[in-house]
């Protein structure tokens, strides 16, 4: 038969739609026509699956006429994942393999000159479409890729190094061998993050961030240089409850749409630290086609953005509605793409331009105009979604050497884990997600607190955006000591991380 249909999948963001390759024998002068809006790299398959299967022993049908088409037609395609699948489609159609057994499987992977298999981007993706499509196929993927998307529960993935591997599974009767089944790759043993216990004093900043990391709150750090921001938002991972099933599952798919994820790091939070000369698009994501960026790639983890005024404003503007929504959509003129950005996030900046500011051991340098110019990189709305503001002293030697040991990571993360699995219990979702009737009916308050905290949001002069955020912080609180309700004193601490930097 001169037709043989092939099923593989591309990438669409997050999404891995099915496509259908078919591939037709016919006679004519020799040619080898690809169509179905295919990128560069994908047309160029034309030499390296010719070479494959010469340099493999295995016949091409040079005489032919060899039409192969990427349906559907107004799907973009790209990269050399449609190798394997229209390599695969040439020997059904020549009759070199049994093209009835293709309709069990999909297939992706990228082929050498030679033959061999390489690994392909967003295998997890891929195997998560698939998971979810009625007609349940089995999905045959290079190694690497294979275990990765073998991650999936359920699915069966079958693993391949050779084209001819491949193809002896295809062939018929008693000849068939059949391919190996993909093993998800155990976990490595967990990154022993550095310990809180190292930074010495802080005791207010520890405070915040076991706060943030109880009730999924953004923290941003003020303070002069060397007080050991850096140092605490290294720790902060530390602190965070183990990921769920689910959740990994996630962050692994958008890790792997960039060749980014490690079957060993599975249910290891993600800690991205980008450079501050980082782009809008290289923090939201962008290109053509569509790829994540770090808020993206930090999802379920932790971004942490050091030296935050020093980033292009453009680019801090851009996390706004991210920070809000967790998810970001990047429309171009020819697509749209979608990606989850449900990240916690960490920022640090100096006070001024020297960095100085209100540090008692050196005096500051710069005026109040230069002062108000630079905090000024941060425009009022960004900063208003920041949830935590937190003031890093500057700490005299002499008081840092007399200075006890801290807790440690562990001792915290305990609490931290007793306060989430409360939220968890009690609504569903962190403290920080609560929104319209959850937010009044597991943040209210009694009369004192009210009053309270509407007194303090008059005196300064808050939107109703920061009132509804220190009610969730006293919920993050109250929750840290095992208290049914929001109280007085709560509130109270609630507000005192509201007043670092103003929002006006």
Same mark, same amino acid.
């Given at each position: 038969m001169p037709l043989a249909v092939i099923r593989s999948r591309s990438l669409d963001g997050l999404a891995a739609? #099915?496509?259908?390759?078919?591939? %037709?024998?016919?006679?004519?002068?020799?040619?080898?026509?690809?169509?179905?809006?295919? #990128?560069?790299?994908?047309k160029e398959a034309r030499e390296r699956v010719r070479a494959a299967l010469q340099n493999s022993g295995l016949e091409f049908p040079h005489n032919k006429r060899i039409t192969v088409n990427l349906a559907p037609?107004?799907?973009?395609?790209?990269?050399?994942?449609?190798?394997?699948?229209?390599?695969?489609?040439?020997?059904?159609?020549?009759?070199?393999?049994?093209?009835?057994?293709?309709?069990?499987?999909?297939?992706?992977g990228e082929l050498s000159l030679a033959g061999d298999l390489r690994p392909v981007r967003g295998a997890l993706a891929m195997g998560l479409a698939l998971?979810?499509? /009625?007609?349940? /196929?089995?999905?045959?993927?290079? /190694?690497?890729?294979?275990? #990765?998307?073998?991650?999936?529960?359920?699915?069966?993935?079958?693993?391949?190094? %050779?084209?001819?591997?491949?193809?002896?599974?295809?062939l018929q009767g008693?000849?068939?061998?059949?391919?190996?089944?993909?093993?998800?790759?155990?976990?490595?043993e967990a990154e022993r993050l550095p310990d809180l216990r190292d930074v010495k004093g802080q005791a207010g900043a520890k405070r915040a961030l076991e706060i943030a990391a109880a009730g999924g709150h953004s923290v941003l750090m003020v303070g002069p240089p060397g007080t050991g921001k850096s140092m605490l938002a290294q720790r902060f991972a530390g602190l965070l409850p183990p990921m769920t099933h689910d959740e990994a599952l996630e962050?692994?798919?958008?890790?792997?749409?960039?060749?980014d994820f490690r079957p060993e790091r599975w249910r290891q939070r993600v800690l991205r630290s980008p450079h501050h000369t980082a782009s809008s698009v290289a923090l939201v994501g962008g290109g053509s086609p569509p790829r994540p960026g770090e808020i993206s790639l930090a999802h379920h983890g932790v971004l942490f953005l050091d030296e935050l005024l020093e980033f292009?404003?453009?680019?801090? #503007?851009?996390?706004?509605?991210?920070?809000?929504s967790g998810r970001i959509v990047i429309s171009r003129a020819a697509r749209q793409a979608e990606f989850p950005a449900r990240f916690q996030l960490l920022a640090a900046m100096n006070p001024c331009p020297c960095g100085h500011l209100g540090n008692p051991l050196r005096s500051c340098r710069c005026t109040p105009d230069a002062i108000a110019r630079y905090q000024g990189r941060i425009s009022g709305p960004m900063l208003d979604r920041i949830d935590l503001q937190v003031e890093v002293p500057a700490v005299a030697p002499e008081s840092l050497a007399a200075a006890a040991d801290g807790e440690a990571s562990a001792l915290v993360a305990e609490r931290v884990a007793q306060a989430r699995l409360r939220q968890l219990e009690r609504q569903h979702c962190r403290n920080a997600e609560l929104?319209?009737?959850?937010?009044?009916? %597991?943040?209210?308050?009694?009369?004192?607190?009210?009053?309270?905290?509407?007194?303090?949001?008059?005196?300064?002069?808050?939107?109703? /955006?920061?009132? %509804?955020?220190v009610q969730r912080i006293a919920r993050s609180i109250a929750d840290l000591g095992g208290t049914a309700t929001v109280q007085v004193a709560h509130i109270a601490e609630a507000i005192q991380y509201r007043r670092v930097l103003s929002a006006s």
């Amino acid at each position: 038969m001169p037709l043989a249909v092939i099923r593989s999948r591309s990438l669409d963001g997050l999404a891995a739609p #099915e496509v259908t390759v078919e591939v %037709h024998l016919a006679n004519g002068l020799p040619s080898f026509t690809l169509v179905g809006l295919a #990128e560069t790299e994908v047309k160029e398959a034309r030499e390296r699956v010719r070479a494959a299967l010469q340099n493999s022993g295995l016949e091409f049908p040079h005489n032919k006429r060899i039409t192969v088409n990427l349906a559907p037609a107004d799907l973009p395609k790209e990269s050399g994942r449609f190798d394997l699948p229209i390599a695969l489609g040439i020997l059904a159609a020549s009759g070199q393999i049994d093209a009835r057994r293709l309709d069990a499987f999909e297939f992706a992977g990228e082929l050498s000159l030679a033959g061999d298999l390489r690994p392909v981007r967003g295998a997890l993706a891929m195997g998560l479409a698939l998971s979810r499509h /009625r007609a349940m /196929r089995a999905l045959v993927l290079p /190694r690497g890729s294979a275990e #990765e998307a073998a991650l999936v529960e359920g699915l069966p993935v079958h693993t391949a190094a %050779h084209l001819l591997e491949v193809v002896r599974s295809l062939l018929q009767g008693e000849a068939a061998v059949p391919l190996p089944r993909a093993v998800a790759a155990a976990p490595g043993e967990a990154e022993r993050l550095p310990d809180l216990r190292d930074v010495k004093g802080q005791a207010g900043a520890k405070r915040a961030l076991e706060i943030a990391a109880a009730g999924g709150h953004s923290v941003l750090m003020v303070g002069p240089p060397g007080t050991g921001k850096s140092m605490l938002a290294q720790r902060f991972a530390g602190l965070l409850p183990p990921m769920t099933h689910d959740e990994a599952l996630e962050s692994a798919a958008v890790l792997s749409l960039v060749g980014d994820f490690r079957p060993e790091r599975w249910r290891q939070r993600v800690l991205r630290s980008p450079h501050h000369t980082a782009s809008s698009v290289a923090l939201v994501g962008g290109g053509s086609p569509p790829r994540p960026g770090e808020i993206s790639l930090a999802h379920h983890g932790v971004l942490f953005l050091d030296e935050l005024l020093e980033f292009p404003r453009a680019a801090l #503007e851009a996390l706004r509605e991210p920070l809000e929504s967790g998810r970001i959509v990047i429309s171009r003129a020819a697509r749209q793409a979608e990606f989850p950005a449900r990240f916690q996030l960490l920022a640090a900046m100096n006070p001024c331009p020297c960095g100085h500011l209100g540090n008692p051991l050196r005096s500051c340098r710069c005026t109040p105009d230069a002062i108000a110019r630079y905090q000024g990189r941060i425009s009022g709305p960004m900063l208003d979604r920041i949830d935590l503001q937190v003031e890093v002293p500057a700490v005299a030697p002499e008081s840092l050497a007399a200075a006890a040991d801290g807790e440690a990571s562990a001792l915290v993360a305990e609490r931290v884990a007793q306060a989430r699995l409360r939220q968890l219990e009690r609504q569903h979702c962190r403290n920080a997600e609560l929104a319209g009737d959850a937010l009044d009916a %597991h943040c209210a308050l009694d009369a004192a607190s009210a009053k309270f905290l509407q007194t303090a949001a008059t005196r300064l002069a808050w939107s109703g /955006r920061s009132y %509804h955020r220190v009610q969730r912080i006293a919920r993050s609180i109250a929750d840290l000591g095992g208290t049914a309700t929001v109280q007085v004193a709560h509130i109270a601490e609630a507000i005192q991380y509201r007043r670092v930097l103003s929002a006006s």
